[in-house]
T-cell receptor, first 113, second 116 residues
Framework: ETGVTQSPTHLIKTRGQQVTLRCSSQSGHNTVSWYQQALGQGPQFIFQYYREEENGRGNFPPRFSGLQFPNYSSELNVNALELDDSALYLC????????????FGPGTRLLVL | AQSVTQLDSQVPVFEEAPVELRCNYSSSVSVYLFWYVQYPNQGLQLLLKYLSGSTLVKGINGFEAEFNKSQTSFHLRKPSVHISDTAEYFCAVRERRETSGSRLTFGEGTQLTVNP
């Protein structure tokens, strides 16, 4: 059974640029959630995708957007990057959008200069 | 809305000593409870979870946690720690509902440092 994978592992962008982060969910999982973890803090929920539809959103501006594909992999897009967007971005997958446990990938570390 | 408070930001202990990492939560509805561990430069690994049933939950690596509904707590314990337990530990809650859109709310984390 393959776990959750994310790419790239690290990247550096400059303020104002756009970035796309990718996530492959664990085999059989149809739900993907994205979290932002700033340095020294706990993860904060960005949004969740269930069967290709956005299924809940945290307190993040619209420049944070996402997609889920028919194979349940997902992308997180961030436009007009700001310095405060520097963080570890975590993807988590689960069997469904209800009570099922979320399993996390290793994360993508984004640095905005 | 729910919130999680991890009462200690840092917990230093000696190897083979017992440890307790404290977590309190606030929610207007019933919740599921989780503890995750994060090793340096890695993602989150699930240690244990409370969904229902027995309030004492056993997880991986010898950890256990007890759900106390009256005190809204879910403290994590280990009777004897190892150097390899050095990591950041996160307590998280999730609303108990079957509808879509449930999310994890995390605490700020507790850095456990095990010294020789």
């Amino acid at each position: 059974e393959t776990g959750v994978t994310q790419s790239p592992t690290h990247l550096i962008k400059t303020r104002g640029q756009q970035v796309t982060l990718r996530c492959s969910s664990q085999s059989g999982h149809n739900t993907v959630s994205w979290y932002q973890q700033a340095l020294g803090q706990g993860p904060q929920f960005i949004f969740q995708y269930y069967r290709e539809e956005e299924n809940g959103r945290g307190n993040f501006p619209p420049r944070f957007s996402g997609l889920q594909f028919p194979n349940y992999s997902s992308e997180l897009n961030v436009n007009a990057l700001e310095l405060d967007d520097s963080a570890l971005y975590l993807c988590a997958s689960s069997l469904g959008a209800g009570r099922e446990t979320q399993y996390f990938g290793p994360g993508t570390r984004l640095l905005v200069l | 809305a729910q919130s999680v408070t991890q009462l200690d930001s840092q917990v230093p202990v000696f190897e083979e000593a017992p440890v307790e990492l404290r977590c309190n939560y606030s929610s207007s509805v019933s919740v599921y409870l989780f503890w995750y561990v994060q090793y340096p430069n890695q993602g989150l690994q699930l240690l244990l979870k409370y969904l229902s049933g027995s309030t004492l939950v056993k997880g991986i690596n010898g950890f256990e946690a007890e759900f106390n509904k009256s005190q809204t707590s879910f403290h994590l314990r280990k009777p004897s720690v190892h150097i390899s337990d050095t990591a950041e530990y996160f307590c998280a809650v999730r609303e108990r509902r079957e509808t879509s859109g449930s999310r994890l709310t995390f605490g700020e984390g507790t850095q456990l440092t095990v010294n020789p």
